[in-house]
Every structure is written in structure tokens, then in C-alpha cells.
């Protein structure tokens, strides 16, 4: 049985941890160091979704952006998903996600998508209520909170992502 190969975008505001989600889903292993991404760094991760088949996820972890220019709509082409990462600690970062929703499902013509809350081991720095997120699951959105330091919940997003492009 062949394997299916899928491209997956991570995109969201500068610092949110979506090099750290990454590394911690591909490597097993997250750094304090904070490096910022230039451009695109890209990973692979297959797996096998219980009854449903294997896939293999082309990870594409794009710089940070408050927007998406004529350069950074390049890398999304051909994706087929994306998962929008927030700061739980940092409420602009949420509007910025909500924007570069906007722009991506234009682009991409409105595929699976996860929204990831990462860094809830900070959760008393948190500037995003319940309520919030609340209204965005009302929407029909997947809603993951992780922390990609503890590693907590960072399997449970991409698998959902992953079980997504299986149906």
C-alpha cells in the first residue's frame, strides 16, 4: 500500500513556538534557545492512523509574520493543510492568527486546519480566556492546547491534522 505524502504549513505571529512544536513532534526533543526561522525549514514525519493508513506529513514551518506577502503565499502553494500556532501569553498573536487565516484559506481555498494554543506552561501568563476559545470551537475549529516545552498535547495536534487529510 503506498503511502500518502501530504504538505502541512505552520504559520502564526514571530516566537509562538512552531519551531519548538515541530521539533518536539518530529525530534522528540525542544531547546530554550530561541532561534528565529528564516524563510522556511522543513521536516517529514510519517505515521500510521489506526484502521485509516499511513501518512507521511512534509512539514513546512514558515517564518513568523503579522501577514502574508507575494514571497511567504509561495510557500503555501500546494499544501494541503496548515496549522495556525497562537502564544497563549501574547493576545495580538491571536489576532494575527485570525488575519493570516483570513489570507490562507483564500490562497489555499479553506483546507483542514488546527489551531494550536501552545505554551500552556505558562498558563498563569495567559492572556487568551476560556471564553475565547470557547467561541472559536463554536465555530466548528479544531482547538489543541499544547506546550511544546513539556510536550503536552503536541502529538494530539498533528495527529488531528494527520486524521484530517486520511478521510
Same mark, same amino acid.
Given at each position: 500500500?503506498?503511502? +500518502?505524502? =501530504?504538505?502541512?504549513?505552520?504559520?502564526?505571529?514571530?516566537? /509562538?513556538?512552531?519551531?519548538? +512544536? %515541530?521539533?518536539?513532534? /518530529?525530534?522528540?526533543?525542544?531547546?530554550?534557545?530561541?532561534?528565529?526561522?528564516?524563510? %522556511?525549514?522543513?521536516?517529514?514525519?510519517?505515521?500510521?492512523?489506526?484502521?485509516?493508513?499511513?501518512?507521511?506529513?512534509? +512539514?513546512?514551518?514558515?517564518?513568523?509574520?503579522?501577514?502574508?506577502? @507575494?514571497?511567504? @503565499?509561495?510557500?503555501?502553494?500546494?499544501?494541503?493543510?496548515?496549522?495556525? /500556532? /497562537?502564544?497563549?501569553?501574547?493576545? &495580538?498573536?491571536?489576532?494575527?492568527?485570525?488575519?493570516? =487565516?483570513?489570507?490562507?484559506? #483564500?490562497?489555499?481555498?479553506? $483546507? $483542514?486546519? !488546527?489551531?494550536?494554543?501552545?505554551? @500552556? &506552561?505558562?498558563?498563569?501568563?495567559?492572556?487568551? @480566556? &476560556?471564553?475565547?476559545? #470557547?467561541?472559536? #470551537?463554536?465555530?466548528?475549529?479544531?482547538? %489543541?492546547?499544547?506546550?511544546? =516545552? #513539556?510536550?503536552? =498535547? !503536541?502529538?494530539?495536534?498533528?495527529?488531528?491534522?494527520?486524521?484530517?487529510? +486520511?478521510?
Amino acid at each position: 500500500m503506498a503511502i +500518502l505524502t =501530504k504538505k502541512i504549513c505552520l504559520i502564526g505571529d514571530f516566537a /509562538v513556538g512552531k519551531t519548538s +512544536l %515541530v521539533s518536539r513532534y /518530529v525530534h522528540g526533543i525542544f531547546s530554550d534557545r530561541y532561534l528565529t526561522t528564516i524563510g %522556511v525549514k522543513i521536516d517529514t514525519k510519517q505515521l500510521t492512523i489506526s484502521g485509516r493508513g499511513s501518512i507521511k506529513l512534509v +512539514l513546512w514551518d514558515i517564518a513568523g509574520t503579522d501577514r502574508f506577502s @507575494t514571497m511567504d @503565499t509561495h510557500y503555501l502553494r500546494g499544501a494541503a493543510a496548515y496549522l495556525l /500556532v /497562537v502564544d497563549g501569553t501574547r493576545r &495580538d498573536t491571536l489576532d494575527t492568527a485570525l488575519q493570516l =487565516k483570513k489570507s490562507a484559506d #483564500q490562497f489555499l481555498n479553506s $483546507p $483542514p486546519f !488546527v489551531m494550536i494554543f501552545n505554551k @500552556t &506552561d505558562l498558563q498563569d501568563e495567559w492572556e487568551i @480566556t &476560556d471564553a475565547e476559545l #470557547q467561541r472559536l #470551537q463554536r465555530k466548528g475549529w479544531n482547538i %489543541v492546547r499544547t506546550s511544546a =516545552k #513539556q510536550g503536552s =498535547k !503536541v502529538e494530539h495536534a498533528f495527529g488531528l491534522i494527520a486524521s484530517s487529510l +486520511l478521510r
